[in-house]
T-cell receptor, first 110, second 111 residues
Framework: NAGVTQTPKFQVLKTGQSMTLQCAQD?????MYWYRQDPGMGLRLIYY???????DKGEVPNGYNVSRLNKREFSLRLESAAPSQTSVYFC?????????FGPGTRLTVL | GQQVMQIPQYQHVQEGEDFTTYCNSS?????IQWYKQRPGGHPVFLIQ?????EVKKQKRLTFQFGEAKKNSSLHITATQTTDVGTYFC???????????FGGGTRLMVKP
């Protein structure tokens, strides 16, 4: 039972490059979330998916797209990376009562 | 703007001293949760409070939910170096399926 897994753990991109962050959960949760955490700051919600086939914008969705591939997987895509997107990205699954976080992806955009 | 405010941002304590972090909202909350994030790690769920005036304890940690359900606190008695990390509160501020996190309180413990 791995919980929430994320790949990759680290990534360095150049401005304008694209990439997809992968997230999977094995806890049979309906809801999944993508957050970003900037140094010394709290967590800000980018997008979430309340159930398979649905996605909704969070607090900071600009520059990102998401796909809920199936109940287990929720991916986050940066189409044209910018230095302002340098951050740690956390995927989570669960509910508004309890959320379980993955280990994070540390992304640097040069 | 930020709807869940957390203070202080940072706290240095000597090992053995107590520590408290506070979470405040201008709106009534349906529940509040607390998470701990170790340096370099990911947030880990600690507890959820639901009822007005609720108090819950986990060993040296005491969690309180205000009577008006607009504020909460986490108190650690006799801190240890293992308590180092950032403590976040989180709440569902508006109807929907989103949590809003406070900015966190970073606890540093001097041995």
């Amino acid at each position: 039972n791995a919980g929430v897994t994320q790949t990759p753990k680290f990534q360095v991109l150049k401005t304008g490059q694209s990439m997809t962050l992968q997230c999977a959960q094995d806890m049979n949760h309906n809801s999944m979330y993508w957050y970003r955490q900037d140094p010394g700051m709290g967590l800000r919600l980018i997008y979430y998916s309340a159930s398979e086939g649905t996605t909704d914008k969070g607090e900071v969705p600009n520059g990102y797209n998401v796909s809920r591939l199936n109940k287990r997987e929720f991916s986050l895509r940066l189409e044209s990376a910018a230095p302002s997107q340098t951050s740690v990205y956390f995927c989570a699954s669960g509910t508004t009562d309890t959320q379980y976080f993955g280990p994070g992806t540390r992304l640097t955009v040069l | 703007g930020q709807q869940v405010m957390q203070i202080p941002q940072y706290q240095h304590v000597q090992e053995g001293e107590d520590f408290t972090t506070y979470c405040n909202s201008s709106t009534t909350l349906s529940n509040i949760q607390w998470y701990k994030q170790r340096p370099g790690g990911h947030p880990v769920f600690l507890i959820q409070l639901v009822k007005s005036g609720e108090v819950k304890k986990q060993k040296r940690l005491t969690f309180q939910f205000g009577e008006a359900k607009k504020n909460s606190s986490l108190h650690i008695t006799a801190t240890q170096t293992t308590d180092v990390g950032t403590y976040f509160c989180a709440a569902r501020v508006n109807a929907g399926n989103m949590l809003t996190f406070g900015g966190g309180t970073r606890l540093m413990v001097k041995p």
